[in-house]
């Protein structure tokens, strides 16, 4: 099962870019790769995804490497209520299975 | 408005004693998953439906059971709960392979 690695935690300012990364190198073609966040007390919110092209929404923008073995979660200015943990994942376009794994995500703390 | 229910969202029970957590979405979603969270583990799968009557193992399904009787459904069952199954649980659907989830707001189950 293709699997991702995210840094623990990471800290912004408020009014800050934040690039939150995510390196996922047993990627295969057919995996879409997503981000999620959960803020404290909530469940998981989808965020972003994307298979090849960088991605834009009005939450945040999706970078992804040409050889896809990585990606960055883009949040353009951090407010305090982005503080929450992201989980970058791999969801696999397939008719046979929807196995996902998670991992332990990126906390974020945004100080103002 | 389109939503994940979960039922209940709080509950204390004895060892050995089945139960049952719901699932519903109103979004005529063909995919639903289980997930349970942990502090320090992040969400793991336990089992999820590709649509009615197609359902397969997650990460972590011993001691767990689902049906998918009707598009909508996706009960949860614990035939005879255990201490270790005491956890916050998840349930998501989505509308495609490789497409984005939508959480539940989650279930806290204690089991002493």
């Known amino acids: 099962d293709a699997k991702t690695t995210q840094p623990n935690s990471m800290e912004s300012n408020e009014e800050e870019p934040v690039h939150l990364p995510c390196n996922h190198s047993?990627?295969?073609?057919?995996?879409?790769i997503h981000w999620y966040r959960q803020l404290p007390s909530q469940g998981p919110e989808y965020v972003i995804h994307?298979?090849?092209s960088n991605v834009n929404n009005r939450m945040a923008s999706l970078a992804i490497a040409e050889d896809r073995k990585s990606s960055t979660l883009i949040l353009h200015r951090a407010t305090l209520r982005d503080a929450a943990v992201y989980y970058c994942?791999?969801?696999?376009?397939?008719?046979?299975?929807?196995?996902?794994?998670f991992g332990t995500g990126t906390r974020l703390q945004v100080f103002p | 408005e389109a939503q994940v229910t979960q039922n209940p969202r709080y509950l204390i029970t004895v060892t050995g004693k089945k139960l049952t957590v719901t699932c519903s979405q109103n979004?005529?979603?063909?995919?639903m998953s289980w997930y349970r969270q942990d502090p320090g583990l992040g969400l793991r799968q336990i089992y999820y439906?590709?649509?009615?009557?197609?359902?397969d193992k997650g990460d972590v399904p011993e001691g767990y059971k689902v049906s998918r009787k009707e598009k909508r459904n996706f009960p949860l069952i614990l035939e005879s709960p255990s201490p270790n199954q005491t956890s916050l649980y998840f349930c998501?659907?989505?509308?495609?392979?490789?497409?984005?989830?939508?959480f539940g707001p989650g279930t806290r189950l204690t089991v002493t």
């Open positions: 998501a659907s989505s509308p495609r392979s490789g497409g984005e989830q939508y």
């Open positions: 047993t990627i295969s073609g057919t995996d879409y």
């Open positions: 994307g298979l090849t």
């Open positions: 994942i791999l969801r696999g376009f397939s008719y046979n299975t929807d196995k996902l794994i």
């Open positions: 979004m005529n979603h063909e995919y």
């Open positions: 439906s590709m649509n009615v009557e197609v359902t």
